[in-house]
């Protein structure tokens, strides 16, 4: 293996990664200064398969995004509507429950909830959503709310971050979704989402839901005005409150769709960059246990690639998204489970269905009925 890395000029870097010693900043930027790709891969390839086997997980889980009325308008997003305008919508506390009965009906052992900032709806209506979901599923796990809506839902309350976090717990919310953190830069989200929670407000929110026990994902929105330096520095406070908390679980890479955005005259990324993200991502945060591809943005043919480029999960069946859609996604907004198991065992990978905290799913049944899959 040594002879593969000494003709790179990275070798110093890999090799560290390899021999488990941590990377710093100026390792981040020369690899992505870098288009040794296969090299980064490999390595990142090996510390996947060390932190978690030959196994790559998906969930059978339903997204429900509740509203797209947002009193934000980040350039970056197509989905969000102000609320005068004829394409916004909320759903009815019905419209909402019936989703989560079809998913359960199909198998989800997880509904992933989010939406916009709504400037008028109350507290209530995120607790008695989550209550209600919850009485009617105890059994399946409620992953809602970015950190970004956690802080919004604590204003129209007028409670603290951690007095909002305790009561949506005691209603039933299992775990926060990764969303909202963008590029932590300063000036970049000052160009782009100057409305939004700072990226240290954002930490601070995930500190405060580590610290009561509610577990979450962390991902970064690449592709867009952020340069190689924003994107190691946002690692790198991933890293540093992973090393203080050890709540989270996984960590997404979302690769920007312009299309329908403020942002439109950017390109879509491109497979160099998207992989690029992916090993450096492995390389850089070594006390994260899982990468996610969330095959949605990423597309499924390069979802499958990243199997073995460091990305150990590929999300799930989803059933229907908005928020990538709107912005131009040309994915389906489903996958069937046979389908997600054929592309994992094409890449020569071992399918396991998980739940939201990584727990193995086991079904006697569908076990049987896809051993010919
Ligand atoms: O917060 C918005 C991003 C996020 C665009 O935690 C866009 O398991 C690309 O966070 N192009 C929502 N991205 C999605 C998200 C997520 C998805 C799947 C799994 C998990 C998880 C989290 O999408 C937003 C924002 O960062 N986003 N607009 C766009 N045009
Ligand atoms: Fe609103 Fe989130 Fe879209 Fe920003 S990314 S406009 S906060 S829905």
């Known amino acids: 293996m040594e002879w593969l890395l000494k003709q790179s000029s990275l070798y110093d870097i890999l090799l560290k990664a390899e021999q488990q ?4 900043f100026e390792d981040g930027i020369k690899l992505f200064k870098s288009n040794d790709l296969l090299r980064i891969g490999f390595v990142a390839n090996n510390i996947r398969e060390r932190k978690n086997g030959n196994r790559a997980y998906y969930i059978i889980n339903r997204h429900i995004n509740y509203s797209n009325i ?11 509507k102000k609320q005068e305008d004829p394409h916004g919508y909320t759903m009815s506390m019905k419209e909402i429950l019936d989703k989560a009965a079809f998913a359960s009906e199909e198998g989800a052992t997880e509904f992933h909830i989010v939406g916009g900032l709504h400037p008028e709806l109350p507290f209530d209506f995120y607790v008695k959503m989550i209550s209600s979901i919850h009485e009617s599923h105890p059994d399946i796990h409620i992953q809602a709310f970015t ?5 919004h839902l604590s204003q129209m309350a007028g409670i603290s971050v951690s007095e909002t976090l305790k009561i949506l717990k005691e209603a039933g919310l299992g775990s926060l979704p990764g969303g909202g953190a963008e590029v932590f830069s300063s000036s970049v989200r000052e160009k782009l989402c100057p409305e939004k929670l700072s990226g240290e407000g954002w930490l601070q929110v995930m500190r405060e ?33 992973q090393d203080e908390t050890g709540g989270f679980m996984s960590f997404i890479p979302l690769a920007f769709h312009p299309k ?8 879509s990324t491109t497979a160099m960059l998207d992989l690029k993200v992916i090993a450096i991502s492995r390389l850089m945060l070594d006390n994260f246990d899982h990468l996610k591809a969330f095959w949605i943005m990423l597309g499924i043919k390069l979802s499958q690639i990243s199997l073995r480029f460091g990305v150990d999960d590929i999300d799930g069946t989803v059933q229907e998204e908005k928020i990538t859609h709107a912005a131009g996604a040309n994915t389906p907004e489903a996958l069937s489970v046979v389908e997600i198991i054929r592309l994992i065992r094409e890449a020569g990978r071992e399918p396991v ?12 049944q569908r076990d049987a009925v896809l051993q010919g899959v």
Do not use: W
């Not at 952020?226 to 409150?241: A, G, Q, S």
């Open 70 to 80: 947002c009193k934000n308008q980040c350039k970056f997003c197509a989905f969000s």
């Open 209 to 241: 839901a580590h610290n009561i026990g509610l577990r979450s994902n962390a991902t970064m929105l690449y592709g867009h005005a952020e340069t190689p330096e924003d994107r190691v520095n946002h690692l790198i406070k991933l890293r540093e409150l």
């Open 260 to 267: 329908n955005t403020e942002l439109s005259f950017y390109s």
């Open 147 to 151: 950190a970004v809506e956690i802080e």
């Open 21 to 24: 010693e941590r990377l710093g």
């Open 353 to 364: 269905e998980r739940d939201t905290l990584y727990n193995p799913v086991v079904r006697k």
